[in-house]
């Protein structure tokens, strides 16, 4: 059911700061045609650059925003991902959801991360006693997914690589969630191009060329998250991960087949009066749906849908609190009008009275 959700577009000139002056060779790109019919919810935050996967966090006051940084690709499209070829991170920040936006430029560059040879797609970050944490994927020299971890003294950066990945980790999209007492856990997955399916047996293993080719049968449960808790020291894991068990509403595994409702990628975590939302994306349903559990570390019941498709195909996310409002970050392609060309957004995002989120639709103007 959908609620009404009152939400202006109120960020239109943030995607013109700094722009009218310094045109970027990717910024003078972003006038290729593309529909102009579509109606958009949220103006882009950003446009000097593609920006994509935006964490945000509050440190300090402000909305930090840890997004990816897509480029101009040669390498043709397909399901790996590979037309993803991202080689460093910038880190932007907002003095308020509707106030004015700044750039902290290149903060980590794929030179600096000696075990990684490519792609550095969705990262997040954290703070533990005035240290602030970029966690990434990237594929190793072997061309296997892992998580990297760099450190900073300011939210801003930059950012210094540990020379090695996390043990313990694979696959990409981390997300890292403090709980009120204290304790960090971290989150990770994504299938296809993410490489999560060829870990069904705890190692490596691919049996196939196609990026599905390991997926379990439809009516098998799908292939799950991971979740650990982190150490104390914030770049280790303290204990192996689990999965994350996300069950429909009579307590059954949610199923491969079900690509409505089942995990790809993306996953995040908030907690809302006391019990932990978890969302994720659906992938080739181009949804972020959630659902709610007691623990972080799951089970999770299935709820519903919180972002319907936006322009372009992926749906990548993060959900924040701020002077008692909750937003919800996003990337679609208005900019570019190509998959792999994205730019981050922000909207206003409801819980209801029972807890459920008010389903939001990103190409339609809300009332």
């Not at 196939?208 to 997926?215: S, T």
């Not at 068990?245 to 199923?255: R, S, V, Y």
């Amino acid at each position: 059911m959908k609620q009404p959700l009152v939400f202006t577009v109120l960020f239109s000139s943030l995607c013109l700061i700094g722009c009218e002056n310094q045109k970027s060779t990717e910024s003078q790109e972003l006038t290729e045609e593309h529909s102009d019919s579509i109606q958009y919810l949220s103006a882009p935050l950003v446009s000097e650059i593609y920006t994509a996967d935006p964490s945000a966090h509050v440190f300090d006051g402000k909305i930090y925003i840890y997004p990816s940084h897509d480029r101009e690709s040669v390498v043709d499209e397909d399901d790996s991902g590979a037309q993803y070829d991202m080689k460093d991170y910038h880190v932007f920040s907002l003095s308020a959801p509707d106030g004015s936006l700044t750039n902290h430029g290149k903060v980590l560059d794929l030179s600096q991360v000696p075990w990684a040879k490519r792609q550095l797609w969705a990262p997040d970050a954290a703070e533990k006693a005035g240290k602030y944490y970029l966690y990434f994927p990237a594929k190793d020299h072997d061309d296997i997914f892992k998580i990297g971890v760099a450190v900073a003294d300011n939210p801003a950066g930059p950012f210094e690589a540990y020379p090695r990945p996390i043990e313990g980790t694979y696959s990409m999209d981390p997300a890292v969630f403090e709980d009120e007492d204290g304790t960090y856990y971290m989150y990770w997955g994504g299938i296809w191009g993410g490489q999560l399916q060829k870990w069904r047996t705890g190692e490596y293993l691919s049996t196939g060329d196609a990026p599905d080719d390991d997926e379990p049968a439809d009516d098998e449960p799908a292939i799950a998250p991971q979740v650990a808790r982190l150490s104390e020291n914030m770049v280790e894991l303290a204990e192996e991960s689990k999965d994350v068990l996300i069950l429909d509403a009579e307590g059954n595994p949610i199923t491969a087949g079900d690509h409505d409702r089942r995990f790809f990628e993306a996953a995040w975590l908030h907690k809302y009066k006391g019990r932990y939302y978890f969302s994720y994306s659906t992938g080739d349903t181009h949804k972020i749906v959630y659902a709610i559990g007691d623990s972080p570390y799951g089970p999770f019941t299935y709820q519903g849908v919180i972002l319907l498709p936006v322009q372009g195909w992926t749906n990548h996310h993060s959900i924040v609190e701020y002077e008692n409002q909750w937003y919800i970050f996003y990337h679609d392609t208005e900019l570019s009008g190509k998959n792999y060309l994205r730019n981050i957004k922000l909207a206003k995002l409801t819980h209801l009275e029972d807890g459920r989120i008010a389903q939001i639709d990103p190409l339609k103007a809300q009332e």
